[in-house]
């Protein structure tokens, strides 16, 4: 009987986390809001379906342990480095300085120093899992609040690992507290001490022997195997589990098996983690929290206020704009998953008292957090005088690049592959503009004479500035399909005429993006399967001019505007497969003011592939061309001699 009602409590928990996540992928949520949620609906003090704790509670510590060896194996000594100043600069003030403003108000609110470091560690954390994947979704991680905000959040990351030492240690009794201490921060010491000494060798050659057994179950194993000996062999020495699964996750970083094994175990984390926020959601006492609301509210907005106020000041201090420090405030002010995990180590020095409406206060600056990111630019327009002023030497830099151009192309992301158009638009002589929004990059290709400027290219007026109404052409180089819809829309309502070129990761994008008015969409995953194909059939020996036939016959399929090739006059003879073959027309042609109904050129055996009309390309497929007028080129697809009849019928009638 014990057993059937545990099955239902697992089949009633799985059913609603898969509702709660359907739910948040349609209102574009992160998942984590959706297990919250199922938490705090079916927890002890709300529906009481997750009466029994206990058993989740194990399950859900397996969450954190690979959530924290996540975090391992994503520290890397070199993009610390690389990232000191914000990281150990602005994130490492802002830990210290959130530790300090808690210490000092919990002793003025009567509570002991070790409730006020163990509020402090809780409150300066904040969610990495949510705000990332909001940034990453707006295309803002390489924007300048973008790498403010990762930096931040990295140090949290690493900060997490001696509050875990330290807060177990605060419940000992006062008198031993200073050895407890002490002993904790020894242990973790010599753990950390073996791990970097000795570990990295032998975790390289254990991992490299399983490896070349070939067997892809025995490398999970393996992995999951190190990950739990390592946060077992840490509990024993009386420390925390998830410090073992870090050093584990740190072990494996250092190897060159750190992306297979982010990758095998993805999933184990992401489901056990979703199990972990159930839990926090079901510590929720309404009761508890009713008997005292006003505190709740007093929390959220001390928690809320104080984070946003100390963020944004210290941003200022080390050097960002006042709509740059607002936004990297707005994005850090909630409470984080690890705070949860902290909190919940806690109960030996704070309160329940305390702890309740603070847990409530969590929950809901994290359920607040994708709706203030997503209104982060009105916010900051609204708090900053200088935004204004900053968002106009924007638009005059973007419009000072682009006002003496005509038929120009904007190039919308100036990485690798922005740079190398950029490259072969110089060397044909077509001037173009480019948007980045990476400064040093765009610092340092303006300073080797570059056309690009700092410039966020979802955002209408920096189009406008461009000269997107004056542009032959956009290309957009970045693959994130959901920033490039919304460009797309921008982009149709300035400029519908204009032809739009679309970089993409799979063929699964080309529909959406077309949808959304690409022209053409070039995907990555086609090109690149199109050049394995050449290159294996040139290295097993189909001649080459064969093999280019069919490189061309396939791309022939896949891109409309390429579909046939223009020949020279002396390759017409060479193959006699369709071609591509344009006509211009003067003021005495036939076809002038004519529409291609009456023409019925299909009935010569002709397919119409375009029309170019004042530079600009005209859409068949969307657009009514209406009749054909003087200085129109039309591109027809076709073999030799029924193009021929066709451009005479265009001409001559």
């Known amino acids: 009987m014990d057993s059937a009602v545990s099955l239902q409590s697992v089949l009633v928990l799985l059913a609603s986390a898969v509702l709660a996540i359907v739910l948040c992928r349609s209102l574009r949520l992160p998942p984590l809001v959706g297990y919250l949620a199922v938490g705090v609906a079916l927890g002890p003090h709300t529906a009481g379906l ?31 480095m690389a990232m000191r100043r914000v990281v150990f600069g602005f994130g490492m003030a802002q830990v210290v300085l959130t530790l300090a403003l808690a210490l000092g108000g919990a002793l003025m609110a009567g509570l002991s120093w070790q409730a006020g470091l163990a509020l402090g560690a809780i409150l300066a954390m904040s969610s990495t899992a949510i705000v990332s994947k909001l940034l990453a979704e707006r295309g803002e991680l390489d924007s300048a609040h973008g790498r403010e905000v990762i930096g931040v959040l990295l140090f949290q990351d690493l900060a997490v690992v001696p509050f875990l030492v330290l807060l177990p240690a605060l419940g000992q009794p006062g008198g031993g507290l200073g050895a407890a201490v002490a002993i904790a921060l020894a242990k973790a010491a010599v753990a950390l001490g073996i791990v970097v000494l000795a570990g ?38 009386g420390l925390s589990m998830v410090l073992g699964a870090f050093l584990a996750g740190m072990l494996i970083s250092e190897t060159e098996y750190r992306f297979q094994v982010e990758e095998d175990i993805r999933p184990f984390r992401d489901v056990l983690l979703g199990l972990f926020f159930v839990t926090v959601g079901a510590m929720l006492d309404w009761r508890l929290i009713g008997a005292a609301p006003g505190l709740v509210i007093l929390f959220f907005a001390l928690l809320i206020g104080a ?51 603070l847990l409530a206060a969590m929950v809901i600056s994290m359920l607040a957090t994708p709706f203030v990111i997503a209104a982060s630019n009105q916010i900051v327009m609204r708090l900053s005088r200088s935004e204004w002023m900053e968002r106009s030497l924007e638009l005059h830099r973007i419009a000072s690049r682009s006002m003496e151009r005509e038929r120009h192309v904007i190039i919308l992301g100036y990485g690798r592959n922005g740079q190398r158009l950029a490259r072969l638009l110089q060397a044909e002589g077509v001037p173009y503009v480019a948007l980045d929004l990476d400064p040093d990059r765009v610092r340092e290709a303006a300073a080797a004479g570059d056309s690009v400027v700092f410039a966020d290219s979802a955002r209408r007026e920096a189009l406008i500035a461009a000269g997107i109404s ?113 006509v211009t027309l003067d003021e005495g042609a036939h076809a002038t003011g004519k529409t291609f109904a009456e023409l019925d050129l299909e009935s010569l055996g002709v397919e119409i592939r375009g029309v170019r009309r004042r530079g600009a390309r005209v859409n068949l497929e969307r657009d009514d061309a209406g009749p054909l007028q003087p200085g129109d080129v039309v591109v027809m697809l076709g073999e030799t001699e029924l193009l021929a009849a066709a451009e005479n019928r265009l001409l001559r009638g």
Do not use: C
């Open 50 to 80: 997750l009466s029994d704790r206990d058993e989740l509670s194990h399950l859900a510590d397996f969450g954190v342990v690979f959530l924290m060896f996540s975090i391992g194996l994503e520290f890397s000594l070199p993009r610390l």
């Open 200 to 237: 990295p060798r032998l975790m390289r050659g254990w991992l490299g022997a399983v490896a070349r057994r070939r067997s892809n179950e025995l490398f999970v194993l393996n992995v999951l195997f190190v990950t739990l000996l390592l946060a077992f062999l840490t509990a024993l020495a």
């Open 307 to 357: 984070k946003f106020g100390l963020i944004a000041a210290l941003s200022r201090l080390f050097g960002a704009t006042p709509g740059t420090a607002l936004r990297t405030a707005l994005a850090l002010a909630q409470a984080g998953e690890f705070g949860f995990v902290l909190l919940s180590l806690s109960g030996g020095v704070v309160a329940q008292g305390v702890l309740q409406p």
């Open 470 to 582: 004056r542009a032959s052409a956009v290309v957009v180089t970045f693959a994130d399909a959901g920033a490039a819809v919304r460009v797309l829309s921008h982009l149709r309502g300035l400029n519908p005429k204009v032809p739009v070129i679309v970089r993409a990761r799979d063929e699964s994008d080309i529909g959406p993006l077309t949808a959304a008015g690409a022209t053409e969409v070039v995907p990555e995953a086609f090109e690149s399967g199109v050049m394995l194909a050449s290159h294996t059939l040139v290295v097993v020996g189909v001649p080459l001019s064969r093999v280019m036939r069919r490189v061309s016959q396939v791309r022939d399929e896949r891109y409309r505007l390429l579909r046939g090739l223009f020949y020279a006059r002396d390759e017409r003879d060479a193959d006699a497969g369709a071609r591509l073959h344009a």
